[in-house]
């Protein structure tokens, strides 16, 4: 529905975070992302959630190449009108990955819909502060890029600004790899983002390998 598709723009003047050198490598990422997962939600919306998303990224289970169902569900549903659906596969998929911003935008939507305000202000809040850890740049500029943990959230931060994605195009620049996202947006403005995906890239080579991110390894560096 076309209501839907505006909700998951957010429209804000967000900050852009700080880049920070990365921690060690926790000795147990699962239960690492699990203590980190119960702070933010204790919380928020104000959490550390460029933190959350980067340990939900080492966790043995990360699948970096995998489409969830209940996310695939969760789109179908929204696009029909069917908010009762949509708003049970959001929580599904927030279950399965918390960080997910479409899940949250798209359950605020719905809690908007239901009289639900309380509900609705803290999973907007928290989509925009996923955004916000998302836009550790201006993303105009390699030097300046947005860095994703999976190219989903690339695709959900570009539909949280408002912009269409008309192309994609990997590019390597100063011993980095960025996705260059040309886009479109309401107003017909072009831009073109960049987003450093080496942390995706080596995620992705990694889980193709025996001991990969999905299998409990190492999801190589972080951006």
Not at 173 to 181: E, F, V
Request: charged fraction near 20%; glycine fraction near 8%.
């Amino acid at each position: 529905m076309r209501s839907l598709t505006l909700a998951l723009a957010l429209g804000l003047a967000l900050p852009v975070a700080a880049i920070a050198a990365p921690p060690p490598p926790p000795s147990d990422p699962e239960a690492h992302y699990q203590t980190l997962l119960g702070v933010a939600k204790a919380a928020a919306p104000n959490a550390d959630w460029g933190a959350l998303r980067l340990a939900y990224a080492r966790r043995p289970g990360f699948k970096p190449m995998d489409q969830s169902v209940a996310k695939k569900q969760m789109f179908e549903a929204g696009e029909t009108g069917d908010c009762a659906a949509a708003l049970t596969a959001a929580r599904t998929l927030m279950a399965e990955a918390y960080v997910d911003i479409d899940a949250h935008l798209v359950a605020a939507f719905c809690e908007d819909r239901t009289g639900d305000k309380a509900a609705a202000t803290l999973d907007r809040d928290i989509a925009a502060g996923l955004v916000a850890s998302v836009k550790t740049g201006d993303g105009l500029s390699p030097a300046s890029a947005f860095t994703p943990i999976d190219v989903g959230e690339e695709y959900a931060l570009m539909r949280a600004m408002g912009a269409r994605v008309t192309e994609q195009a990997l590019i390597q620049s100063g011993g980095h790899a960025y996705d260059a996202m040309t886009t479109v947006d309401p107003a017909g403005h072009k831009a073109t983002y960049y987003f450093l995906i080496d942390r995706v890239l080596a995620a992705e080579s990694v889980a193709l390998k025996p001991g990969a991110v999905s299998e409990g390894g190492p999801p190589g560096r972080s951006p």
